[in-house]
């Protein structure tokens, strides 16, 4: 505890950046549910895992996304650039790198 004039000021909590990302995620995750979101296609990627990485774009906004391998393969169609989608999931946030993603 320190003292700043009379009155004892608590030190501040310390927090770790996978505590705060995890914290982030939790909040995020229990106040949007899952949501239909319409974007553009940018740069996707199929990973050895199966998983297809992209970003949902459009003129002014971008968000990261992910379709996980199980859903992937339940696809009727390939996933392209420039391709007009409409996606449904929910919001996350990617612990390790701290970024949000759908």
Do not use: C
Not at 23 to 52: C, F, K, M, N, Y
Not at 70 to 81: I, M, N, P, S
């Amino acid at each position: 505890m320190t003292f700043m004039g009379k009155e004892p000021v608590p030190e501040p909590r310390v927090m770790g950046v996978a505590e705060l990302n995890g914290r982030v995620a939790r909040l995020l995750e229990q106040r949007v549910p899952d949501l239909w979101i319409r974007g553009e296609v940018s740069r996707p990627t199929r990973a050895a895992s199966g998983h297809i990485y992209f970003t949902l774009k459009e003129a002014d906004a971008r968000i990261d996304a992910v379709l996980f391998a199980t859903d992937a393969a339940r696809l009727t169609f390939r996933v392209q650039e420039g391709q007009a989608v409409l996606a449904r999931g929910r919001v996350t946030i990617y612990a390790p790198q701290g970024r949000y993603q759908l």
